[in-house]
Antibody
Framework: QVQLQQWGAGLLKPSETLSLTCGVY????????WSWIRQPPGEGLEWIGE???????NYNPSLKSRVTISVDTSKNQLSLKLNSVTAADTAVYYC????????????WGQGTMVTVSS | QSALTQPASVSGSPGQSITISCTGT?????????VSWYQQHPGKAPKLMIY???TRPSGVSNRFSGSKSGNTASLTISGLQAEDEADYYC??????????FGTGTKVTVL
């Protein structure tokens, strides 16, 4: 079955760039949209943005100026970069697969806790 | 884009039914049949429970059902069980080709 495995730096200083990668294993990368979603400690879910296997992207307007999502289809990986981070970007970050049912995420990564602190 | 509005908490006794509402606008919930619901236990990734307003993924109990009327979607859990105690989030596709989540609801089984 398809599994998503995430990795990336978990501790950043203010103004640095957050960088996470999500690998797709055991299934097709093509034909799906893939999203990044985050959840600050004790708070709700926030959609960051999505990318198709062809590289077409959509972003949350509130984060669009700082976010870049990219794909490497040769490695079945997607990546997230968020620049100029602040403490407000401290959260668990998830990658997830859209099952094609109108932005419904049926497979999730394990989550990566990212802390921004000086 | 503003988060969809959900009640902060809902509770019920085992065996009872509860309903969680998710209110948006005509630009999201009311405009598309692309409402999903997620269950999240502490420290775990969310789990898809309903998509396209009322469709259950394979393996999800038929005690979970979804519906929509106007700008408000609803998730009903029937025959409430202790394992249903969790946080629940709705989400909707929007007219800006983005996605918005709800504020989240904590379900407590009394």
């Amino acid at each position: 079955q398809v599994q998503l495995q995430q990795w990336g730096a978990g501790l950043l200083k203010p103004s640095e760039t957050l960088s996470l990668t999500c690998g797709v294993y055991g299934g097709s990368f093509s034909g799906y949209y893939w999203s990044w979603i985050r959840q600050p400690p004790g708070e709700g879910l926030e959609w960051i943005g999505e990318i198709s296997h062809t590289g077409s992207t959509n972003y949350n307007p509130s984060l669009k100026s700082r976010v870049t999502i990219s794909v490497d289809t040769s490695k079945n990986q997607l990546s997230l970069k968020l620049n100029s981070v602040t403490a407000a970007d401290t959260a668990v970050y998830y990658c997830a697969r859209d099952n094609g049912g109108g932005s419904a995420f049926d497979i999730w990564g394990q989550g990566t806790m990212v802390t921004v602190s000086s | 884009q503003s988060a969809l509005t959900q009640p902060a908490s809902v509770s019920g006794s085992p065996g009872q039914s509860i309903t969680i509402s998710c209110t948006g606008t005509s630009s999201d919930v009311g405009g598309y049949n692309y409402v999903s619901w997620y269950q999240q236990h502490p420290g775990k990734a969310p789990k898809l429970m309903i998509y396209e307003v009322s469709t259950r993924p394979s393996g999800v109990s038929n005690r979970f059902s979804g519906s929509k009327s106007g700008n408000t979607a609803s998730l009903t859990i029937s025959g409430l069980q202790a394992e249903d105690e969790a946080d629940y989030y709705c989400s909707s596709y929007t007219s800006s080709s983005t996605l918005v989540f709800g504020t989240g609801t904590k379900v407590t089984v009394l």
